[in-house]
């Protein structure tokens, strides 16, 4: 074996000491969590259910349950199931075009208030030369909606 091969198998060594040390390291301070915690339930918001969940997902479910920590592995497996599903569930998604931004509909029903005899191709054309872009029918919408 030659020399680079010797400092590489050194390195590695010395790589793989310092990650043990930071998994014991970070191990312990799990269970001093736990132990200023006692029978207290932590509760996690949908993002840190989601980011744990996400890590979990890449140790297997034996490693799991080695692992000291907050949330049960089954926990942990759950979360995942559930923002898996979460993911191609498409009963949330809305349809259709998107709703028109309060700061054009505020806009457009000042432009038909200050020009009284404007119609929607008027106010379609002023908005255009403002830079957005909205069809006559948002526009009818919103006029309506505004007793215009």
Not at 31 to 55: I, N, P, W, Y
Not at 96 to 111: D, H, N, Y
Request: glycine letters at 8%; proline letters at 3%; one cysteine or more.
């Amino acid at each position: 074996m030659d020399a680079d091969g010797v400092v590489l198998i050194c390195l590695a060594r010395w790589m793989n000491k310092n990650q043990q040390n930071v998994v014991a390291y970070l191990k312990e301070e799990v269970g001093v969590l736990k132990e200023h915690l006692g029978a207290k339930r932590v509760r996690f918001t949908d993002e840190q259910r989601g980011r744990l969940a996400r890590k979990a997902e890449k140790i297997r479910f034996g490693k799991l349950k080695e692992i000291p920590a907050i949330v049960t592995p089954q926990t942990l497996l759950a979360w995942h199931r559930r923002l898996i599903a979460k993911k191609y569930d498409s009963s949330s998604k809305r349809v259709g075009w998107p709703r028109t931004k309060v700061s054009i509909a505020e806009l457009i029903v000042r432009l038909a208030q200050e020009n009284r005899t404007w119609g929607y191709r008027s106010i379609d054309g002023a908005l255009l030369n403002r830079g957005h872009e909205v069809g006559r029918s948002p526009i009818a919408r919103v006029l309506k909606k505004a007793g215009i």
